[in-house]
């Protein structure tokens, strides 16, 4: 959790629109801020899951799709909302990091790749666990 005194990468006021744009879209409009950023965590898993099920299944439309689904969370939801300026090096080394993340589903939708897959999730879960463990309501997933 971020206290007054440490400034929140997450604090631009873009973030909490972003943040409720997606949770528009999901139909959680009431969401808090800390849900909404588990549930864009979630929602990359997800679409992750699904393009390494539609290159299973040769499913190269559906597959596109989920990866753009999942560089559309990376890059307007995770990387867009972060605050370089008060967020200071966390931001910039998370900043850096979703950029990549954003480039390898860029090469594993383009190579077909599923190792590439893998690795974005290796990547994105640590930080998604983190997330977790700071929750403000002590883990539990419904606030």
């Known amino acids: 959790m971020f206290s007054s005194a440490m400034p929140s990468p997450f604090g631009r006021p873009q973030t909490l629109h972003a943040y409720r744009q997606m949770a528009a879209q999901t139909g959680v409009v009431d969401a808090s801020p800390h849900r909404l950023v588990a549930m864009l965590y979630d929602g ?85 666990e983190a997330w977790m463990a700071i929750s403000p309501t002590g883990g539990r997933p419904d606030a």
């Open 44 to 128: 990359l898993m997800d679409a992750i899951a699904e393009a390494r099920g539609a290159m299973r299944q040769q499913d190269i439309i559906r597959k596109g799709r989920a990866i753009g689904r999942a560089t559309g969370i990376v890059e307007e939801g995770l990387r867009g909302a972060l605050d370089l300026q008060a967020g200071g090096s966390l931001a910039a080394d998370l900043h850096r990091l979703y950029g990549y993340v954003a480039l390898r589903l860029m090469q594993a939708n383009l190579r077909n790749d599923e190792t590439i897959l893998d690795e974005c999730q290796r990547l994105v879960q640590p930080l998604r």
